[in-house]
């Protein structure tokens, strides 16, 4: 059945219902779990014997550990580190959630709204409860930005609070909507081989364009992956550190 | 008109913001590499606003393919 978007179906594997509402394990809960589960074997289980000279694993650990350190300790300063479990977490879970989902038939977590906003609504609330808790209302000076004619003033402000509103909703659908096209991308092509393949002789030499096509999809996807996760972290950096600096 | 028809044209109307999206961010690139060439030394610490000069740009875009995705499959 060629159908692009089938893949992102959600099919209960144990199907709990508590009082009419749907609490049941699905396939995307099963990915969720498999991601945790992997991120922490990853990082715990080749760091446990603390080597002085890292091993290959150890290595790929520390350095994923101190790439995300340097990302939010060159974007928030050193305040900003209080939040590094925070943001290693996020960057953690959205880099193996998109990995996973590189596997064929496999489930790809981050391709549904629900979990990306889920994450971006979690980056925004740390924002203001933390900023509001440290600046109390001089968090507002973040909207008013300084050295600006008084005339033109007012429409700075409204364009930093209508840029400041759209910052979770534009932080959960650049990952959603990248993961998803990039899947259906894949999937479309990879239908363009079987149709051609099917279309008799000339149609199976003609298919060696789509599949030379689909394998470098599949590379720029794995590129993706990482990237869309590491513009995750540093978006969260940046907007961490509005909460802990908050004049321009 | 019919229904489907005005869909798929309107998903094709959306495309053209990525299209959009695409200029910016070759200015974004192209102005960062020239850049690069010109002080190689400063280039990598200014790859943290490379890349989000290019989330921003990029979500631009991928605004627009998520409206006309919207139009296709739903």
Same mark, same amino acid.
Do not use: W
């Given at each position: 059945m060629y159908d692009p978007i089938h893949q992102f179906r959600i099919e209960p594997i144990v199907p709990i219902v508590v009082g009419g509402h749907n609490f049941s394990f699905t396939n995307s809960s099963l990915f969720m779990v498999l991601t945790v589960v992997a991120a922490v074997t990853f990082l715990l289980v080749p760091t446990? *014997?603390?080597?002085?000279? =890292?091993g290959r694993w150890q290595s790929a650990a520390e350095v994923t550990y101190e790439f995300v350190e340097k990302t939010l300790r060159d974007s928030a300063? *050193?305040?900003?580190?209080?939040?590094f479990p925070f943001v290693f977490s996020l960057f953690m879970f959205i880099l193996v959630a998109n990995l996973w989902g590189m596997f064929p038939y496999f489930y790809t977590v981050t391709s549904q709204v629900i979990i990306t906003a889920a994450l971006a609504i979690a980056v925004i609330l740390t924002v203001l409860v933390y900023g509001f808790r440290k600046?109390?209302?001089?968090?507002?000076?973040?909207f008013v930005p300084g050295g600006? =004619?008084?005339?033109?003033l007012p429409f700075v402000v409204a364009i930093e609070v209508l840029s400041f509103i759209s910052r979770p909703i534009s932080l959960s659908i650049r990952l959603f909507a990248n993961v998803l096209a990039g899947h259906i991308t894949l999937k479309v092509f990879a239908g363009f081989i079987v149709l051609l393949g099917s279309a008799g002789v000339l149609g199976v030499l003609g298919a060696v364009l789509p599949l030379l096509a689909t394998v470098a999809l599949t590379a720029l996807e794995f590129l993706v992956a990482a990237l869309q996760a590491y513009v995750f972290a540093i978006l969260t950096s940046l907007y961490l550190n509005d909460a802990i600096h908050p004049g321009h | 008109m019919e229904i489907a028809a005005a869909k798929a044209l309107g998903a094709g109307i959306a495309c053209i913001g990525m299209g959009t999206a695409g200029i910016g961010l070759g200015h974004i690139f192209g102005n960062y590499l020239a850049a690069a060439v010109r002080n190689p030394a400063a280039a990598d610490g200014q790859f943290g606003r490379l890349i989000f000069g290019f989330a921003v740009t990029e979500a631009l875009g991928i605004f627009s393919l998520l409206i006309a995705l919207l139009l296709l499959f739903t």
């Open positions: 446990r *014997s603390r080597a002085v000279v =890292p300063g *050193s305040e900003g580190m209080r939040f600046n109390g209302l001089h968090f507002f000076k973040l600006v =004619p008084k005339a033109i | -």
